[in-house]
């Protein structure tokens, strides 16, 4: 997207500057097979993330069996901790070191950590190997969120960037799928002996992995991430590689680029402390509006999902190798959610879409609510209710990654999707369970609390005045003008 009509202020800092077309020839490139390398080979994080909950939730009740782990509800409870701990520090130590050192070399480091600690997991004999495994696979995840959103953005066209990044956050719900599925198998003690399954479910996971990682040596290094790093020659080659690959799919000429060409400098790159400040500081707007966004999507999803089996087994008597059936509905309208309205983030705007699906989101949990509390809902009608609310909500919580990675710059847009990330994450993932887990077994009026709870969070931030930075939101027609100081330090803003 365009983030200034104006490219070099007269105040800009001096230093080495460049000019490139480069971004305006990614985005005019037609649709083709290798935009479809790029999502797939990069958009399995979130189905990998979704397997791993759900995987996590789901091998609970069989690691407290003595046979297995013998491990207790407390230390369950630890695992998932450590998972969201690494989670957040991969997420600020990777995404630091994607700004540095480039995507393509994050994103195949942290998916490599992934799987080494997801087969590590497999093999776990105690506590303390289960709580160091899920750490270390909630690191390799953390990093993948913020180099694999960065990069996304950089190497997919501007005018489809919106339906494609919030399809590929979705695929988390995919993830969530193949877990229950997969547990419905691994777990089922009639075709694996009981300390075999769960550790086959882990592997699971670790052969997806591998399987991606071979589709990931093809995808190249982003271009806007090299011509910022002074690297133009490497830029040129890669943008000049993609184009003859589309032009020999298209069988025809490419059309030319529809912008001018961009000045851009070149030979600044920030410190860690310098990115955290223009973000938090500078930027503080911009920061305001991605943090409501990331916490109350973080809130509303980490309680609501994870109380949703505990609801079916206290309020519905559903028994637990049933319940992976009632979780399937509503995995598979978050899934739909962004494949069928996705697109109207594109061509009505980012804006009026994120306030339409956060504010509906916030105004059907309530319902729900006061019908659960009123024992007007059985276990179906239940998940009908959250497959409805769901199928907006994950527009909505997608939303929130692709407003971090748009507003913020290419040198710190991976640093401010793993602040907002850690930020949503420690914040909402670690409170949000902890208070469900304790309202389910109060009954289903306290419960109904805690839904107004997630509800009230993502219709707060509607309420705060002048929260869009600049005079409209990103994703509207025509050319954004945000009110950013000239003298910024890390670089001027422009199309990405």
């Known amino acids: 997207m365009e983030e200034s009509e104006t490219r070099t202020p007269p105040e800009a800092p001096s230093g080495r500057w460049l000019q490139t077309d480069i971004p305006a020839r990614l985005d005019r490139l037609p649709w083709s097979r290798w935009h479809w390398l790029v999502v797939i080979g990069l958009g399995i994080t979130w189905v990998l993330d979704g397997l791993e909950v759900t995987l996590q939730g789901a091998v609970a009740t069989v690691l407290l069996d003595s046979r297995t782990l013998g491990l207790t509800g407390a230390q369950i409870g630890l695992t998932v901790t450590g998972y969201l701990l690494g989670a957040v520090l991969g997420a600020l130590f990777f995404g630091y070191l994607t700004d540095r050192l480039g995507r393509k070399k994050l994103f195949m480091t942290t998916l490599t950590v992934y799987l080494i600690a997801t087969a590590l997991t497999g093999l776990a004999w105690n506590f303390g190997t289960m709580f160091f495994t899920r750490f270390l696979t909630g690191t390799g995840i953390g990093g993948e969120y913020a180099a694999i959103n960065s990069a996304i953005d950089e190497l997919i066209p ?71 790093h002074g690297r133009m020659e490497e830029a040129q080659k890669i943008v000049e590689q993609i184009e003859a690959l589309v032009r020999s799919e298209i069988s025809r000429e490419l059309p030319p680029p529809a912008s001018d060409v961009l000045r851009i400098r070149a030979d600044y790159h920030p410190g860690l402390f310098e990115i955290v400040r223009t973000i938090l500081k500078k930027n503080w707007r911009r920061s305001l509006l991605v943090l409501c966004l990331m916490v109350s999507q973080a809130f509303f999803y980490n309680g609501v999902g994870f109380s949703q089996p505990l609801v079916l087994a206290y309020y519905f008597r559903v028994a637990p190798d049933r319940v992976g059936l009632y979780l399937l509905p509503p995995a598979l309208a978050n899934l739909l959610g962004p494949i069928s309205i996705g697109h109207f ?12 699906t956060y504010a509906l989101s916030g105004i059907l949990l309530p319902l729900m609510a006061m019908a659960l509390a009123a024992q007007a809902l059985t276990g179906v009608t239940q998940t009908i209710f959250l497959c409805l609310i769901f199928y907006v909500a994950s527009s909505a919580a997608s939303s929130a990654y692709l407003t971090a990675s748009e507003i913020f710059p290419v040198e710190a847009r991976a640093m401010a999707i793993a602040l907002f990330y850690s930020a949503g994450t420690g914040v909402g993932g670690a409170a949000a369970p902890a208070l469900f887990g304790a309202l389910v077994p109060m009954g289903a009026h306290s419960l109904m609390y805690g839904y107004f709870a997630g509800a009230a969070l993502p219709e707060g931030h509607l309420k705060i005045p002048h929260l869009w930075p600049g005079q409209n939101p990103p994703g509207d027609s025509g050319k954004i003008t945000y009110q950013q100081p000239a003298q910024w330090s890390i670089v001027i803003p422009f199309s990405s």
């Open 345 to 356: 983030f594109d061509t009505v705007g980012r804006k009026p879409m994120i306030t339409a």
């Open 158 to 228: 501007a005018r489809v960037r919106g339906k494609t990044n919030l399809i590929i956050n979705s695929t988390f719900w995919l993830g969530t799928a193949l877990g229950s599925a997969a547990s419905l198998l691994f777990l089922d003690r009639n075709i694996f002996p009981i300390d075999l399954g769960w550790r086959l479910a882990f592997l699971f996971g670790t052969a997806l992995g591998l399987v991606i990682i071979a589709m990931r040596r093809f995808i190249p290094e982003s271009p806007r991430w090299l011509m910022t």
